[in-house]
């Protein structure tokens, strides 16, 4: 195999973990909820946000932003699901989908205001530039993002499956009667359940910011991948976003270099439409 | 009842009074409609237009001495139209065609423009001043280069940039004359977007080579505002190209920037085709990191005190920004559209048309490099022409090429970062 193919799979391989990165927090919601969160992008473009205020103010890199940036998500999801989500859930399914599509326009054109419609970018080295290892160029900022992916999905894994919380947090996703009458707070699992999946939707953003130009419409170019990734992994699925967003990258990045960049999004999405035919639950759902 | 009834009558009649007041101070204002990309992916482009439309009507508006033989700019408003002031209605076109095209409508229906300018993107030009023309309403464009606009036959289109055809040339020449400077430009590749502009740019530029004997080796076309480049770069790097002529939005092209670092690939010469490597949120991301790519121009600022650098100072005031050569563009073709509309000394759609097709600007009425401004029967100016630039140091860009015009002679090969 020749050098540049291994690194087009490489390459693949750290785009796909940065899919899985930013769609973690979007397969949660749904599987907590069975809310599709169409603010999604717009998240994630907060985050970046955050990260670039972080290292205009501070001159700090993403060992501060990317926290912080977590945090501030993390608050702003409790406040969307007081605010927006416990009301319009009892509405009909169209509520649901046009209250968080109003928030993402509400989001984005927020922060048009406020920063302008200029490309911002943060500084190429912010997170130890570009390695080489065995001929083969790595970028620092996305293997930083590829580790953060396989934690964040190993952490929520662990959470959903291994403690109490996690269980709570299923139980009322399963039905919230049953938990409600067995003592648990429905209202405060799913805030946090959206304090996690925001918290970490701003973390993946504040990571992309340090190799992806930030701009406020952002969220509109990365928020289709989120969706394409959490329906081919299982919608609620965790692990699921993690393998199905390394298959849509590597695919992509073997398409693009073999077919032709104009045709990976064709061979992307025909291959996810095949496979949703034969599997309509995803690689991970539960059917 | 009685009562309500005069409270009525009265009501209307103050409302009658009022709008008769409106239309009367109305009269002393000429309405054009701009539709610019104000949101969706390309707004910062658009906000751009919108300060460089803005400073023209201030040039156009208020009296400006110091511009001396500029025209529009020495008294306020309109002297053909007994000083009318010029007033826009900006409308957002999303970055949608379709979108673009039900704007220029409402402008044109609604809102009683007598004639529009815009729209940036080819794409949406295309389908705006198609309702233009079902109208029969003007519409100047400034700055879309897509070959196909003035090859429909319309009668009401007018545009003023030079179009790729004419940068193609550029182009050649000037690899021509590098490479009798000893530089190696025998394989070319063309990067490019799959919209209109992409599309068409690309296809003129490999017909125009072709015609001269130079073929293009690699073709690579991309979906826009891509998440991911990395196939393109690892494509061009493992081909080799001696000269790579990229013609991306400003979204793409930062991507490409930062991507080639991370890759390391430095192609021995970039030639940019504008739209997104002179939108001034490029050199500001990635400027530092794209040092020595080439691209055209038809603007250069002049000496202190020219009508140029003044323009380019209020400009800077307005938006925070430097000038470049896309709002230089824009603001021109809004020159002539307010220029024809004065001395058609009318709003009447039809004197305007008349106007604009007897346009013969010389270059020093000018604030772009052209060659002067008229029109043939297509709508195109066939004095339209430009140079070529290069960002030397990442943060501004300098004349280069042709020889006449350089400030600087070209640094070779790319440096990049």
């Not at chain 1, 603010?39 to 932003?65: Q, R």
């Not at chain 1, 509520?95 to 599509?101: E, N, V």
């Not at chain 2, 009318?84 to 044109?108: C, H, M, W, Y």
């Not at chain 2, 092209?253 to 002179?278: E, F, H, R, V």
Request: glycine share 10%; aromatic share 10%.
């Amino acid at each position: 195999m020749s050098s540049i193919l291994v690194q087009v799979i490489v390459g693949g391989l750290l785009l796909g973990a940065v899919y899985a990165l930013f769609s973690s927090g979007l397969t949660l919601v749904w599987g907590m909820m069975n809310i599709v969160n169409f603010a999604h992008g717009d998240f994630v473009m907060l985050g970046m946000y955050v990260a670039f205020v972080v290292w205009t103010l501070f001159g700090a890199g993403p060992w501060a932003g990317a926290p912080l940036a977590a945090l501030v998500l993390a608050t702003l999801g409790v406040v969307v699901y007081f605010g927006l989500i416990r009301d319009i859930m009892k509405g009909p399914m169209l509520a649901q989908i046009l209250g968080t599509f109003g928030l993402a326009l509400l989001l984005r054109y927020s922060v048009f205001w406020w920063f302008g419609a200029n490309f911002l970018s943060l500084p190429e080295n912010l997170v130890g530039g570009t390695f080489e290892v065995a001929g083969l160029r790595i970028q620092a900022s996305r293997l930083l993002a590829g580790a953060v992916a396989l934690l964040v999905t190993l952490g929520l894994h662990l959470l959903l499956t291994r403690t109490s919380l996690g269980s709570k947090m299923l139980a009322v996703a399963e039905d919230s009667t049953a938990a409600q009458l067995m003592g648990i707070r429905p209202d405060t699992m799913q805030a946090i359940a959206w304090a996690i999946a925001a918290g970490a939707t701003g973390l993946a953003g504040a990571l992309i910011a340090t190799f992806f130009y930030i701009v406020p419409t952002v969220g509109e170019t990365l928020g289709i991948v989120a969706f394409v990734t959490v329906s081919l992994g299982g919608f609620g699925s965790v692990p699921g976003a993690l393998v199905a967003g390394l298959l849509i990258g590597v695919i992509e990045s073997l398409s693009g270099y073999l077919i032709g960049p104009v045709y990976k999004d064709m061979v992307v999405y025909s291959l996810f439409l095949g496979f949703l035919w034969f599997r309509p639950q995803g690689l991970m759902g539960k059917s | 009842m009685r009562f309500k009834h005069i409270i009525g009558l009265l009501c209307a009649a103050s409302i009658s009074v009022m709008l008769a007041g409106h239309a009367f101070a109305q009269e002393k204002t000429v309405k054009i409609g701009a539709v610019y990309p104000l949101s969706g992916n390309a707004a910062s482009a658009g906000v751009h237009a919108k300060a460089a439309i803005e400073v023209a009507m201030d040039i156009i508006n208020n009296p400006h001495p110091e511009f001396g033989n500029f025209p529009l700019a020495k008294n306020a408003g309109l002297a053909g139209l007994g000083g009318a002031k010029v007033e826009v209605v900006f409308a957002d076109n999303q970055g949608s065609p379709a979108t673009g095209q039900n704007q220029a409508l409402r402008l044109i229906t609604e809102e009683k423009v007598v004639a529009l300018t815009g729209s940036y993107q080819s794409g949406i030009t295309l389908t705006a001043s198609a309702i233009a023309e079902k109208y029969g309403i003007p519409f100047v464009n400034g700055e879309s280069v897509a070959a196909n606009l003035t090859e429909r036959g319309f009668k009401w289109f007018f545009r003023v940039t030079p179009v790729a055809a004419d940068f193609a040339k550029i182009y050649y020449e000037f690899l021509k004359d590098m490479k009798a400077a000893g530089v190696k430009t025998d394989s070319v590749a063309l990067v490019h977007d799959n919209t209109e502009y992409g599309t068409s740019v690309s296809s003129v530029i490999t017909s125009v080579f072709k015609d001269n004997g130079q073929s293009i080796a690699l073709d690579i076309a991309y979906a826009v505002n891509a998440t991911d480049v990395q196939s393109q770069i690892l494509q061009l790097k493992e081909k080799k190209p001696d000269v790579v002529i990229m013609i991306a939005y400003a979204s793409d092209a930062i991507l490409y920037a930062k991507t080639m670092q991370a890759l390391d690939y430095k192609p021995p010469m970039i030639i940019a085709d504008d739209s997104g490597y002179s939108d001034p949120s490029f050199i500001k991301s990635v400027g530092k990191i794209s040092q020595g790519v080439l691209n055209r121009s038809s603007w250069s600022v002049g000496p202190p005190g020219s009508p140029t650098a003044l323009i380019a100072e209020m400009y800077k005031k307005k938006s925070g920004d430097e000038m470049d050569d896309t709002a230089g563009r824009q603001m021109q073709a809004f020159f002539v559209l307010c220029g024809a509309i004065d001395r058609a000394g009318s709003t009447d759609p039809a004197k305007i048309q008349a106007a604009l097709k007897a346009t013969d600007l010389k270059p020093d009425q000018l604030m772009m490099g052209y060659k002067g401004i008229k029109f043939d029967e297509k709508g195109q100016n066939v004095l339209a022409s430009g140079l070529v630039i290069q960002l030397q140091d990442g943060e501004n860009y300098v004349a280069v090429w042709p020889k006449a015009n350089a400030e600087k002679t070209p640094v070779l090969p790319y440096k990049g970062w």
